[in-house]
T-cell receptor, first 114, second 112 residues
Framework: NAGVTQTPKFRVLKTGQSMTLLCAQDMNHEYMYWYRQDPGMGLRLIHY???????AKGEVPDGYNVSRLKKQNFLLGLESAAPSQTSVYFC?????????????FGPGTRLTVL | GQQVMQIPQYQHVQEGEDFTTYCNSS?????IQWYKQRPGGHPVFLIQLVKSGEVKKQKRLTFQFGEAKKNSSLHITATQTTDVGTYFCAGPGGDNFNKFYFGSGTKLNVKP
């Protein structure tokens, strides 16, 4: 099992550019999450999904869109990147809702927006 | 909204000293989880506490959940260099259990 994988690992964007981050899990998990991590602020939930075809807003959803067309994949899109979106992005998944189950995290994507 | 506060932000200890991090919530939590993140790594689940007053141990780590289920602590006895990392507590949102809120973390540095 690869667990949770994320691509790419690193990316540098210019302001206004767009990109998509891919998260894939091979554990047949229903729940998937996107977090961002900024220094001194812990992890903040951007969007989450409770199953294939579903998405919902988290704590800091503005400027991001997501899709979950397949159960194993959860995509995070930035339509027009801004310097404030410079961060480390983590994807996570769990079989049951995150509050009652272990969340398995991917290795992260380090994004810099110039 | 749900807020989970964690203190201290940083802790530097000499190897062999004890370490404690505290987590406080503005609302009652159904449960609380603890994660560890090594430098440059990703968060890794340590434990979940569910019951009021619950205490769980993992070798040198002791986790407690407060009686009112609004606070929690992680205590490490006789720290080792392998304990270096950032420790996060996390709990569900009061209005939506699918939303998960992490504390800001306590970064532990252990001097050999």
């Amino acid at each position: 099992n690869a667990g949770v994988t994320q691509t790419p690992k690193f990316r540098v964007l210019k302001t206004g550019q767009s990109m998509t981050l891919l998260c894939a899990q091979d554990m047949n998990h229903e729940y998937m999450y996107w977090y961002r991590q900024d220094p001194g602020m812990g992890l903040r939930l951007i969007h989450y999904s409770v199953g294939e075809g579903t998405t919902a807003k988290g704590e800091v959803p503005d400027g991001y869109n997501v899709s979950r067309l397949k159960k194993q994949n959860f995509l995070l899109g930035l339509e027009s990147a801004a310097p404030s979106q410079t961060s480390v992005y983590f994807c996570a998944s769990s079989y049951y809702p995150g509050y009652r189950d272990t969340q398995y995290f991917g290795p992260g994507t380090r994004l810099t927006v110039l | 909204g749900q807020q989970v506060m964690q203190i201290p932000q940083y802790q530097h200890v000499q190897e062999g000293e004890d370490f404690t991090t505290y987590c406080n919530s503005s609302t009652t939590l159904s449960n609380i989880q603890w994660y560890k993140q090594r430098p440059g790594g990703h968060p890794v689940f340590l434990i979940q506490l569910v019951k009021s007053g619950e205490v769980k141990k993992q070798k040198r780590l002791t986790f407690q959940f407060g009686e009112a289920k609004k606070n929690s602590s992680l205590h490490i006895t006789a720290t080792q260099t392998t304990d270096v990392g950032t420790y996060f507590c996390a709990g569900p949102g009061g209005d939506n259990f699918n939303k998960f809120y992490f504390g800001s973390g306590t970064k532990l540095n252990v001097k050999p």
